[in-house]
Structure formats: structure tokens, C-alpha cells
């Protein structure tokens, strides 16, 4: 068995936080919950429920 280090190229890392960026970017333009374009990365079942109730709240 050999030693493979696990790590990620510096320039895949970049894209991939590129990718978060855009993501929030596009929620912020159309001022929706990240949650709801799939941005799961900061979410619990509690704030998610707040966020959709609040959402529905501001849409009346």
C-alpha cells in the first residue's frame, strides 16, 4: 500500500469557490433563500422552516 496524499489542486479549490459565490450571488439577484437553488452547506431543518416562512411572509 502506498501514500496518497488527499488534497485538492489550488486551482480546483478556486473553482469550486467560485461555484458558493455564484450561487449566492443568483439567490441575492432573484431575493431567494439559498436553501431553495440547493445550498445546503449552512442549513438545519430549524432555519430552513424560518426561512420559508418568512419567505412566504415577504411574497404576500
Given amino acids: ?3 496518497q496524499p ?3 489542486a489550488s486551482n480546483e479549490a478556486q473553482f469550486l469557490e467560485t461555484r ?3 450561487l ?3 439567490a441575492r439577484i432573484f431575493r431567494i433563500p439559498l ?3 440547493g445550498d445546503l452547506e449552512r442549513s438545519s431543518f430549524s432555519n430552513i422552516e424560518q426561512q420559508s416562512l418568512e419567505f412566504l411572509y415577504i411574497c404576500k
Avoid: S
Wanted: charged letters at 20%; a positive charge; hydrophobic letters at 55%.
Fill in 35 to 37: 436553501y431553495m437553488i
Fill in 20 to 22: 458558493k459565490f455564484q
Fill in 6 to 8: 488527499i488534497a485538492i
Fill in 1 to 3: 500500500m502506498r501514500y
Fill in 24 to 26: 449566492n450571488e443568483i
